[in-house]
T-cell receptor, first 113, second 119 residues
Framework: DAKTTQPTSMDCAEGRAANLPCNHS???????VYWYRQIHSQGPQYIIH???NNETNEMASLIITEDRKSSTLILPHATLRDTAVYYC??????????????FGAGTRLAVHP | NAGVTQTPKFRILKIGQSMTLQCTQD?????MYWYRQDPGMGLKLIYY???????DKGEVPNGYNVSRSTTEDFPLRLELAAPSQTSVYFC??????????????????FGPGTRLTVT
C-alpha cells in the first residue's frame, strides 16, 4: 500500500472550512484514498473514501487531483467537535490476505472558537 | 444497530495474569480485526479474521490469541500479561462482498476501545 504524507497539525476557526491535505505520490491505479479521524480516546471513525472522482457525503468532501498524487479532505463548516487527528490512508480494496489499514501520524486538527 | 461494542472499557492487570477482551458487532460483517494503539502512535494490527472459524496474524501477534466461533464475536486473549502490553485496544469490523472484478473489502468500523494497564 502506498505511503501518505500529511501536515502534523492545523488550526481552523469554528464555522470556517477546514481543508486537510494529503500527498500520496506513489499511489497505484487500484488504490483508494480513505480518510478516518480519531477524536481523543475514541476509536477511529470512517469519514469518506474515493478512487478518482471527487466525493461528498454528510460529513465531508474529498477532492482528488487528476494525477491522483494528492487529495484534500474538506470539512465545510468546522465545529469544535471536529477537533481530532485525521488520517489519510491509501489502500486497495481487495480481499485475500488481510485488509490492512496503515495509520500514520495523521494531522491534528484544532478547531477554535 | 449498536455497531462494534467492546468490554471492558478499562482494566488493570498484574504481570503474568491473563484476561480476555470481548468484541461484538451486530452489522453482520464477515471481517473483524484487533488493533493496539500505544500513546502518541498509530494503530497496529494484532490479529484479524475473514469469517467464523478463520483467523490470521497481523503485524504484532506475539503474546495474544484469538478465536472466531461466530460471525458476531471476536475475543482477544492475553495469556501472560506483560508491561509491554499496556495499550489501548480497538476492535473493528468490515464487510466484504463481490463487486466488479472480484471480492472487495469495505471501510472498517471501530469500537470504543479497551484501555489496559499491566503493572
Amino acid at each position: 500500500d502506498a505511503k501518505t504524507t500529511q501536515p502534523t497539525s492545523m488550526d481552523c476557526a469554528e464555522g470556517r472550512a477546514a481543508n486537510l491535505p494529503c500527498n500520496h505520490s506513489t499511489i497505484s491505479g487500484n488504490e483508494y484514498v480513505y480518510w478516518y479521524r480519531q477524536i481523543h480516546s475514541q476509536g477511529p471513525q470512517y469519514i469518506i473514501h474515493g478512487l478518482k472522482n471527487n466525493e461528498t457525503n454528510e460529513m465531508a468532501s474529498l477532492i482528488i487531483t487528476e494525477d491522483r498524487k494528492s487529495s484534500t479532505l474538506i470539512l465545510p463548516h468546522a465545529t469544535l467537535r471536529d477537533t481530532a487527528v485525521y488520517y489519510c490512508i491509501v489502500r486497495v480494496r481487495r480481499s485475500g490476505g488481510y485488509n490492512k489499514l496503515i495509520f500514520g501520524a495523521g494531522t491534528r486538527l484544532a478547531v477554535h472558537p | 444497530n449498536a455497531g462494534v461494542t467492546q468490554t471492558p472499557k478499562f482494566r488493570i492487570l498484574k504481570i503474568g495474569q491473563s484476561m480476555t477482551l470481548q468484541c461484538t458487532q451486530d452489522m453482520n460483517h464477515n471481517y473483524m480485526y484487533w488493533y493496539r494503539q500505544d500513546p502518541g502512535m498509530g494503530l497496529k494490527l494484532i490479529y484479524y479474521s475473514v469469517g467464523a472459524g478463520i483467523t490470521d496474524k497481523g503485524e504484532v501477534p506475539n503474546g495474544y490469541n484469538v478465536s472466531r466461533s461466530t460471525t458476531e464475536d471476536f475475543p482477544l486473549r492475553l495469556e501472560l500479561a506483560a508491561p509491554s502490553q499496556t495499550s489501548v485496544y480497538f476492535c473493528a469490523s468490515s464487510y466484504s462482498g463481490g463487486q466488479g472484478r472480484g471480492l472487495e473489502v469495505y471501510e472498517q468500523y471501530f469500537g470504543p476501545g479497551t484501555r489496559l494497564t499491566v503493572t
